[in-house]
């Protein structure tokens, strides 16, 4: 009928939409945005299925045409574009035949309504639903000829060999039924619309954060932060999993909401969106919970043990999961006795010496000493010079003991503004309180008093240096260096 002779039958998948099973994460989860199973099946020329294949999970489908080898008993189209005539028509003749499993699966939606959208039951019972309709299909197609797929329900061709439509196509494309066929381009041969698939699943994301409310269970992965290890080559960097989602759905929400979340909140809240550090807002702010990656606290082992309790019972409702195996105690020598009795039914590791936070050190004064030890190494005028930032031919080094006072300094400064506000109860409410223009001068105040001190070290260093390393530092220091 199609002039390809010796063919015993057609190829084809489709995704049969379903609902999502529960605690399937994304298995299901297929390139058209849906949760699916795959049926692929092979037809005859009499529109009826010869081979079904169901159950692979939607995800799975990556393939397309690319996944069939070509062989003697199966053929493909040749790939390309601007292809010689004889391979164009055999592409055209070969196009033309599969129409044949095509209205096959038009025939099976538009007859069996229950395709027409995503089935409601588990996956194991979707696969016998579709077996049973399948084998309906068959009888039907076999038996009720006339009634099932009357004359003009599927495609077929005119006098001058022309394509007609069948009329199953004016029911409308079935969305129980999606193709498997737009896999291939996207995964093999271009991306183009990977970027804008990506871009509407973060937005249907964020947009469910928003407006209703999520099981935290149900989002654990996104906010687990778990780390994986990133080659910079040679160096190693621990990069979080979702680190990169969870702050682009953030900005973009921050982004629609910001001035309301400003009038709504006042000042005095660390979601405002202030330009002072979060520490300060911390600090300053009374209780507030931490919806940050790392929270601390300080006082007597009672007030520990309820807080951790606290933490524990209500943070995971609110999308945070403390993990008391990353969780450190810090006590001194007299209390370590009472604090591992109070925390003894938990993972929490314990230590009278000290640990390392945001960068700083908490614990005893060898421990801090020690700490600042390490981290200040080198000796001389080298190691002057390795603090220096880039541009000025250093290495960006800083030496903490150097420069901690004035980075604290310049902190107390361009916080003052915010921090008179918040400790004399000021600007609970609305925008306009929001010290931006005092906070900007005093910014603009500590660039110049940083600008003026690093110019102040470069010359001191410079003239302490041999002239080699002076005409280096001068080089490097030359704009389009390359550092």
């Known amino acids: ?71 003697c008993n199966m053929l493909r189209p040749y790939p390309g574009r601007y292809l010689p005539e004889d391979k164009a028509i055999y592409n055209y003749r070969l196009s033309r035949a599969r129409r044949v499993i095509e209205n096959t699966f038009g025939i099976l939606a538009s007859r069996w309504r229950i395709f027409r959208q995503p089935i409601i039951a588990q996956p194991h019972r979707v696969e016998v639903y579709t077996k049973a309709c399948i084998a309906l299909h068959n009888y039907l197609q076999t038996t009720e000829l006339s009634l099932y797929c009357p004359s003009g329900f599927v495609d077929g061709e005119d006098g001058s060999t022309n394509i007609v439509n069948g009329s199953w196509r004016d029911d409308g494309t079935s969305p129980g039924f999606t193709s498997v066929h737009q896999v291939s381009s996207n995964s093999y041969a271009s991306f183009k619309s990977s970027s804008s698939d990506l871009c509407h699943s973060l937005t249907l994301l964020g947009r469910c954060l928003c407006i209703d409310y999520v099981d935290p269970r149900e989002i654990a992965l996104l906010l687990a932060c778990r780390l994986i290890a990133l080659d910079k080559c040679p160096s190693v960097r621990p990069l979080a999993v979702c680190e990169t989602v969870k702050r682009i759905i953030a900005k973009a929400i921050l982004f629609i909401t910001k001035d309301d979340l400003r009038e709504a909140a006042g000042t005095v809240q660390i979601c405002a969106g202030q330009t002072s550090g979060i520490e300060l807002h911390f600090i300053l702010s009374g209780p507030a919970f931490p919806l940050t990656n790392d929270a601390s606290a300080s006082g007597k082992v009672s007030n520990l043990q309820n807080w951790w309790s606290a933490l524990t019972n209500h943070g995971p409702f609110y999308g945070y999961l403390p993990n008391p195996c990353k969780t450190w105690l810090i006590m001194k020598s007299k209390y370590l006795d009472s604090a591992n009795t109070a925390f003894r039914d938990s993972d929490i590791d314990i230590t009278t010496s000290g640990r390392p936070l945001l960068g700083a050190a908490i614990g005893s004064a060898d421990f801090v000493k020690s700490f600042i030890k390490d981290k200040s190494t080198l000796r001389n005028y080298r190691e002057e010079l390795v603090a220096l930032a880039v541009r000025f031919g250093g290495l960006g080094l800083l030496k903490t003991t150097d420069c901690a006072d004035n980075k604290h300094r310049a902190s107390k400064e361009i916080s003052r503004p915010l921090s008179d506000i918040i400790i004399c109860k000021k600007g609970s409410t609305g925008q306009g309180n929001v010290p931006i223009f005092e906070q900007t001068e005093a910014k603009l105040s500590v660039v110049k008093k940083k600008q003026s001190l690093l110019n102040q070290q470069v010359t001191t260093i410079r003239d302490q240096l041999p002239p080699c390393l002076q005409l280096a530092m001068n080089l490097a220091s030359e704009k389009g260096a390359s550092g």
């Not at 939409?17 to 399937?24: H, L, Y």
């Not at 009826?48 to 393939?63: C, M, Y």
């Open 1 to 71: 009928m199609w002039n390809f002779p010796h063919c015993i039958g057609a190829v084809d998948g489709k995704h049969i939409n379903i609902q999502a099973p529960a605690n399937a994460g994304s298995e299901y989860y297929n390139y058209k945005g849906t949760h699916s199973l795959v049926l692929l099946a092979v037809c005859d020329a009499q529109y009826r299925f010869t081979l079904v294949d169901i159950g692979e999970a939607g995800r799975q489908s990556d393939g397309g045409d690319e996944v069939f080898p070509l062989k």
